[in-house]
């Protein structure tokens, strides 16, 4: 019986040492855990800060967008605008020139030598 209780309590102290061993890498595994949970955690924060900035970049992109079109709008009208204006301005000139023309042509006919050379002085004194 004694022989019996020998090999027992070898095989008694290696199961002990092996449970101890098993419970020793059970605690490392659950140190990994905590750290790689408080990692993730950590993770989950950047991630929701980062998806707020990321959300401000495209809100502030969508406003520059609205803002640019607005400017493509404003810029196109005040072009076919002063492209009229310009039509106009030329119209304008067109005509003045045909009625100092015609008027010109009438004073000359009713005007002395005297009026005539005196116009002649006023044009000059103009230019």
Same mark, same amino acid.
């Given at each position: ?12 102290? !290696? ?7 098993? =419970? ?5 595994? +659950?140190?990994?855990?905590? =750290?790689? !949970?408080?990692? =993730? ?10 998806? !707020? ?23 196109? !009208?005040? @072009?076919?605008?002063? @492209? =009229? ?5 030329? @119209?304008?000139? +067109? ?22 050379? @005196? ?6 004194? +103009?230019?």
């Amino acid at each position: 019986m004694v022989n019996q209780k020998v090999p027992l309590l070898k095989n008694e102290d !290696e199961l002990s040492k092996c449970i101890e061993l098993l =419970k020793i890498k059970r605690q490392e595994i +659950h140190e990994k855990i905590l =750290k790689e !949970e408080e990692s =993730k955690e950590r993770m989950q924060k950047e991630l929701s800060l980062l998806s !707020e900035k990321l959300q401000d970049v495209c809100d502030s992109i969508n406003r520059k967008y609205q803002t640019r079109l607005e400017y493509d709008k404003t810029i196109k !009208e005040t @072009s076919a605008a002063y @492209s =009229k204006i310009r039509e106009s301005a030329k @119209s304008l000139l +067109h005509i003045l020139k045909r009625e100092e023309s015609q008027l010109g042509d009438k004073i000359y006919t009713v005007a002395n030598d005297e009026d005539i050379k @005196s116009l002649r002085e006023l044009r000059t004194m +103009h230019k």
